[in-house]
């Protein structure tokens, strides 16, 4: 099993939407999603999605 992490720091539904659908375009399987919040702030000032894939598959460089 191959893992990806990509990390962001535009936390809007737009951004982690195109990133999800792009990396999952690429054969990457989406796991979930971990938000760092911002100290005094109820948003996120950080994103981490998790993708996983096959060892055995064709792995994309970004």
């Known amino acids: 099993m191959r893992y990806k992490v990509v990390e962001t ?5 737009d ?3 195109t990133l999800i659908n792009q990396w999952t375009g690429q054969g990457w399987r989406y796991d979930s999603v971990k938000f760092a919040m911002r100290e005094g702030n ?3 000032g950080m994103a981490f999605i ?3 894939r096959e060892e055995t ?3 994309t460089s970004a």
Do not use: A, G, H, M
């Not at 720091?9 to 539904?13: F, L, N, R």
């Open 9 to 13: 720091s535009e936390v809007t539904d």
């Open 15 to 17: 951004n982690l939407e």
């Open 42 to 44: 109820r948003r996120p």
């Open 50 to 52: 998790f993708f996983t």
């Open 57 to 59: 598959d064709q792995v």
